[in-house]
């Protein structure tokens, strides 16, 4: 509900920010110097569904989260920036049960803001929160792969080729013909790193092995070529 509310017209997010007195703000959000334009957008859907305070829980705050996220690479993209969107998602897991979405959001973006280190120990935990059996929302296999891709990639920029070796090899297994060939490169790139031959040999037996392994190896060629 709250996410149809500003995407149904984004005049909102210009609205909010002067029909709503800064004096106002939302709880939770006055205590933090998060962008006063989701501070209104807060109080605004607030208001307008006539929630009490005690309702503005985890699951709120992720989708303001999203919805700021959203705006980033936009024409509206003065109005976030990865510090308030990175705030929001902070306040999400500060809330009683928080889903690993949150914990997924934040580590993304700690890596906007060239915190490696942070933005590793958060994907982790959303890894290790999606994969409990009583994980809300339960993740679909293409959401655990996309943890294991992500964490593949920061492990190898942040030099942990062994790290990023294993999260690349559950990623290439991915029912999903995208993400398979995204994780049998990067697994080849992280063997590359650590110059272990063996391990390089058997991914290239692995993919050649497979239902046209040919093919597959020349796309994960072009894509190595292609790869910065």
């Given at each position: 509900m709250l996410t149809i509310l500003w995407y149904q017209d984004k005049r909102l997010l210009q609205l909010t920010s002067t029909s709503i007195d800064n004096s106002t703000s939302s709880p939770g959000l006055s205590d933090s110097p998060v962008s006063s334009t989701w501070d209104n957008v807060s109080t605004w859907c607030q208001r307008f569904l006539n929630l009490p305070d005690s309702d503005l829980d985890s699951l709120w705050y992720e989708r303001l989260a999203e919805a700021a996220e959203s705006y980033l690479d936009s024409s509206f993209s003065q109005?976030?920036?990865?510090?308030?969107?990175?705030?929001?998602?902070?306040?999400?897991?500060?809330?009683?049960k928080p889903s690993w979405r949150c914990?997924?959001?934040?580590?993304?973006?700690?890596?906007?803001?060239?915190?490696?280190?942070?933005?590793?120990?958060?994907?982790?935990?959303?890894?290790?929160?999606?994969?409990?059996?009583?994980?809300?929302?339960?993740?679909?296999?293409?959401?655990?792969?996309?943890?294991?891709?992500?964490?593949g990639l920061y492990t190898y920029n942040a030099g942990d080729m062994q790290d990023s070796l294993q999260h690349y090899l559950i990623a290439s297994k991915s029912e999903d013909a995208d993400q398979a060939r995204?994780?049998?490169?990067?697994?080849?790139?992280?063997?590359?790193?650590?110059?272990?031959?063996?391990?390089?040999?058997?991914?290239?037996?692995?993919?050649?092995?497979?239902?046209?392994?040919?093919?597959?190896?020349?796309?994960?060629?072009?894509?190595?070529?292609?790869?910065?």
């Open positions: 109005i976030s920036t990865a510090d308030n969107v990175l705030l929001l998602w902070q306040r999400a897991i500060q809330k009683d914990y997924h959001g934040l580590g993304r973006m700690h890596h906007a803001l060239f915190r490696s280190g942070d933005a590793i120990a958060q994907l982790k935990i959303a890894l290790k929160e999606a994969e409990r059996e009583e994980a809300t929302p339960k993740p679909e296999p293409k959401d655990i792969a996309d943890l294991h891709l992500l964490l995204q994780g049998q490169l990067g697994h080849l790139k992280a063997c590359l790193g650590l110059f272990d031959v063996e391990a390089l040999r058997q991914s290239l037996e692995s993919t050649l092995s497979q239902e046209n392994g040919q093919d597959k190896m020349v796309d994960i060629l072009r894509m190595i070529a292609r790869d910065p």
